[in-house]
């Protein structure tokens, strides 16, 4: 089955480093989204491209948050400085624009700020 | 988007049929229903979609009654790996250009030996 693969699957730093997330989506899928869970707030929509134009960047505090697709096979989610109430779990998913198929989530990277 | 509203908990037992319903009173017309499974440690799964009527996968099945004000996801003879946390979402299928996915708290079903 093909997945959506991120790096790394755990990160444990200290508060103002620089954090950087990476999402291999799924071969030919289009739209790539980057999502956070918190017990708090559970699930929510950080961003998302299509064809790697930023679509909707609404969900992110673009202070300290930035997120690009540097090409098709990579996405990068980057916190700088990082703050301990970014602690959670980042997620990012793939999928096809406009076909009505499911968006395919990868298993997250469990982030803590110290 | 549609908000909705489903129970946070659940417990069953290994074998039972569980039906977890979903209420989304202000679906609009071209939203569908989508159905997604989460282990812990993992990201969220898609398990069903529908719009109306009945859609059944290997699965799980989906009850969507006419009004479409309210869903039902059936898991039939559950075992311990059932073990989850399920979310209802509702949208367009083509959202407009995109699919945008809103997460509401999901359901915790604990599945019992």
């Known amino acids: 089955d093909a997945r959506v693969t991120q790096t790394p699957r755990h990160k444990v730093t200290e508060m103002g480093q620089e954090v950087t997330m990476r999402c291999q989506p799924i071969?030919?899928?289009?739209?790539v989204f980057w999502y956070r869970q918190t017990m708090m707030q559970g699930l929510e929509l950080l961003a998302y491209?299509?064809?790697?134009?930023?679509?909707?960047d609404s969900g992110m505090p673009k202070d300290r948050f930035s997120a690009e697709m540097p090409d098709a096979t990579l996405a990068t989610l980057k916190i700088q400085p990082s703050e301990p109430r970014d602690s959670a779990v980042y997620f990012c998913?793939?999928?096809?624009?406009?076909?009505?198929?499911?968006?395919?989530f990868g298993d997250g990277t469990r982030l803590s700020i110290l | 988007l549609a908000k909705t509203t489903q129970p946070i908990s659940m417990d069953s037992y290994e074998g039972q049929e569980v039906n977890i319903t979903c209420s989304h009173n202000n679906i609009a017309t071209n939203d569908y229903i989508t159905w997604y499974q989460q282990f812990p440690s993992q990201g969220p799964r898609f398990i069903i979609q529908g719009y109306k009527t009945k859609v059944t996968n290997e699965v799980a099945s989906l009850f969507i009654p006419a009004d479409r004000k309210s869903s039902t996801l059936s898991l039939p003879r559950v075992s311990l790996s059932d073990t989850a946390v399920y979310y209802c979402?509702?949208?367009?299928?083509?959202?407009?250009?995109?699919?945008?996915?809103?997460f509401g708290a999901g359901t915790r079903l604990a599945v019992h030996p």
């Open positions: 071969l030919g899928h289009n739209t």
């Open positions: 998913a793939s999928g096809l624009f406009n076909t009505g198929q499911p968006q395919h």
């Open positions: 979402l509702v949208g367009p299928r083509f959202s407009g250009g995109y699919n945008k996915l809103i």
């Open positions: 491209f299509r064809n790697r134009a930023p679509l909707d």
